[in-house]
């Protein structure tokens, strides 16, 4: 006598190391879709860069003015740099430019065949100026509306951006020494804050790239180290508030160097080697 069949069951689930996760997106199409926006940025008009340039600076001042708010309530610096990347969560989502984060991007795009040096320096260029003019005009804004037009002195948030500027000019102190320190804060830095647009492509869903961008972000500031972009607003806003810094001194002693070491830590660390360990995947 036969033995009954038995209907063929169902098939068994994968194993959970076998299921692809849906949200996520694997290093090698992150740096496919980082290239993609190299040449995506080389394409850009010079008014639209330096306009994009322009509107991200304030959204980073907005973060460093509540950081310093949430220090002079009785919060740490490292607690209140946990606060800080909501104003590159803002940029980032309206589109807009930093230059730090172009220094990590540009390069892949130079390497990958598919953008030109002159198109990577024109970008780093104008993205510059941009960020630096919006640090600039937002610098004057605040300051203009906390001190009532000038008609009251500077107190509050002011004072202590004030006292930032003269602690970030204080390589001055140490001469060549200081100089090169100031370059490796600048590498400490944008090693982290340039994986920004990197990390951003790691997840496909608002939250999980949100979080993602957090985290270097979060980082770099709660330590300290130095990001041009918001030196572009911290020493504006200092001087205007009565930091004894010269513009002199804040480009010597600051603006260039940790520019300087903004520009290695992603060259080097990022669009370099990082980029090197999945290049065999763009020629698939």
């Not at 003019?133 to 937002?138: S, T």
């Not at 647009?197 to 300290?224: C, N, Q």
């Amino acid at each position: 006598m036969n033995t009954p069949t038995t209907p063929n069951a169902s098939p068994t689930p994968s194993a959970p190391q076998d299921v692809v996760m849906a949200d996520q997106i694997l290093p090698p199409l992150m740096l496919k879709e980082i290239v993609a926006d190299a040449v995506k940025k080389d394409k850009f008009t010079v008014s639209r860069t330096l306009l994009s340039g322009f509107l991200c600076t304030p959204f980073l001042a907005y973060a460093v003015a509540l950081s310093v708010s949430l220090v002079l309530a009785g919060w740490s610096l490292a607690a209140a740099g946990l606060i800080f990347p909501v104003g590159f969560v803002m940029m980032v989502f309206l589109g807009l430019e930093m230059a730090t984060g172009s220094f990590s991007v540009m390069p892949m795009g130079v390497f990958a065949g598919l953008v030109k040096w002159s198109g990577l320096i024109r970008n780093w260029t104008w993205t510059l100026v941009g960020n630096l003019a919006g640090g600039i005009f937002f610098a004057f804004l605040l300051w203009f509306a906390l001190t009532k037009g000038a008609s009251i002195e500077p107190s509050g948030i002011l004072v202590k951006l004030a006292r930032i500027a003269e602690a970030k000019a204080s390589y001055e102190n140490f001469g060549i020494n200081g100089w090169m320190a100031a370059v490796g804060m600048g590498i400490l830095c944008n090693w982290l804050v340039s994986l920004g647009p990197v990390f951003a492509k790691a997840s496909r869903s608002v939250p999980g790239k949100i979080m993602l961008m957090w985290l270097p972000i979060a980082t770099f500031f709660a330590l300290g180290f130095e990001h041009a972009i918001v030196n572009m607003f911290v020493f504006p806003i200092g001087i205007l508030s009565g930091a004894d810094v010269t513009i002199g001194q804040w480009w010597m002693w600051n603006q260039i160097p940790v520019t300087l070491g903004n520009i290695l830590g992603a060259l080097i660390f990022n669009s370099c080697l990082w980029y090197s360990i999945h290049k065999p995947a763009l020629v698939k």
